[in-house]
């Protein structure tokens, strides 16, 4: 998902190079993952996330729930057509192998170390993260219907609009 919104001048930007702020102005979503519930890759991300980050740093909601579907549709991105996540870092949506460094920032250790992959070429670490994304569904299939998280770590989703608007 190469999302694309427009800017003052009418050009298109990817959603990375978007501010949180000119979208969301009623408050910036922080540390907020929105993926495809419907992906099981996506799914077992999530699922992995969970169960590494014991502080709750990092919430969810799927490009399906009507919070995902703001989300994308602000951001430019169809949210019926996801292929790819994108997560909130201090007030910038991230996409692609960016938003895994992210992630992988808030993790405890030693688990932040992956992200040393973040010196390798942007362009190399995208084009491995498209090649995964393009066959997600064929690796571990697609749900008819979105995840639903245990109930004990269900209060780390977000699924309907927050009445502020935030997170």
């Known amino acids: 998902m190469q999302g694309h919104t427009k800017d003052a001048t009418g050009e298109g930007k990817r959603a990375d190079q978007v501010h949180s702020r000119d979208v969301f102005p009623e408050g910036v979503p922080d540390g907020l993952m929105v993926f495809d519930g419907l992906c099981n890759f996506c799914s077992t991300q999530v699922r992995l996330v969970l169960h590494l980050d014991n502080a709750g740093v990092i919430r969810f909601t799927s490009i399906q729930s009507p919070f995902g579907r703001r ?29 895994v460094i992210a992630i992988m920032r808030r993790l405890p250790r030693p688990w932040r170390w992956l992200s040393v992959v973040n010196v390798l070429p942007r362009r190399l670490r995208d084009a491995a ?4 994304a393009r066959n997600r569904y064929r690796l571990l299939g697609r749900r008819e219907t979105c995840m639903i998280p245990p109930p004990h770590l269900r209060e780390r989703f977000i699924d309907a609009v927050p009445p502020s608007g935030r997170p």
């Open 71 to 99: 989300i994308a549709e602000r951001l430019g991105i169809d949210p019926d057509d996801p292929s790819t996540f994108l997560f909130f870092d201090r007030g910038q949506p991230l996409e692609a192998s960016d938003a």
């Open 129 to 132: 993260y498209r090649l995964l």
